[in-house]
């Protein structure tokens, strides 16, 4: 069955760095794009980035543009999200997602991963 | 970017009753619009995409509709488990996500 696993969350202070990863079994995951997607605690969702299948296209929201990376290793079936600059804002717990019946990089989500929370906070 | 604008906030119903949620576009998204389901403390699931087509494993009492700008979810009787938040979600253009409505029971 497809599995999304995150990892790496936990409490970094404003400014610093967090990896966070994401393993993914159960599928071919070299063939599909994959999404993270953030939800600060009480509130909505809200898109963070996406990297194409084969890591040659990447998009992030404005919020986190400049700040974040998302990166693949298709070789490990894993997806990263390198978040530097941390700031407050950045507070909330942290999906991957497989797009699915994407149009480029705007798709539905199928399945997601559990979610591991950032804490930024000094 | 596209706003999604849902209603209500939150929807107070009792076991067997319909729920009609509604999810309403900035602009025309034709009818590229999902809905998912959260229960507290777990991931999103999609329930509906393409505004009216069921996800795999979704019951029946659960569909969607609507284009352009304004969609419906429909829960026909609600269960149970059927009580958390619904979120929609277009990729019109990009990823952008509604407020959330919660479905609590009264």
């Known amino acids: 069955q497809v599995q999304l696993v995150e990892s790496g969350g936990g409490v970094v202070q404003p400014g610093r760095s967090l990896r966070l990863s994401c393993a993914a079994s159960g599928f071919t995951f070299s063939s599909y794009g994959i999404h993270w997607v953030r939800q600060a605690p009480g509130k909505g969702l809200e898109w963070v980035a996406v990297i194409w299948y084969d890591g040659s296209d990447k998009y992030y929201a404005d919020s986190v543009k400049g700040r974040f990376t998302i990166s693949r290793d298709n070789s490990k079936n894993t997806l990263y999200l390198q978040m530097n600059s941390l700031r407050a804002e950045d507070t909330a717990v942290y999906y991957c997602a497989r797009g699915f019946y994407c149009n480029g990089g705007s798709c539905y989500l199928d399945y997601w991963g559990q979610g591991t929370l950032v804490t930024v906070s000094s | 970017e596209i706003v999604l604008t849902q209603s209500p906030a939150t929807l107070s119903l009792s076991p067997g009753e319909r729920a009609t949620l509604s999810c309403r576009a900035s602009?025309?998204?034709?009818?590229?619009l999902a809905w998912y389901q959260q229960k507290p403390g777990q991931a999103p699931r999609l329930l509906i995409y393409d505004a009216s087509n069921r996800a795999t494993g979704i019951p029946a009492r659960f569909s969607g509709s609507g284009s352009g700008t304004d969609f419906t979810l429909s829960i026909s009787s609600l269960e149970p488990e059927d009580f958390a938040v619904y979120y929609c979600?277009?990729?019109?253009?990009?990823?952008?996500f509604g407020g959330g409505t919660k479905v609590e029971i009264k």
């Open positions: 602009q025309s998204i034709s009818s590229y």
């Open positions: 979600q277009q990729r019109s253009n990009w990823l952008t």
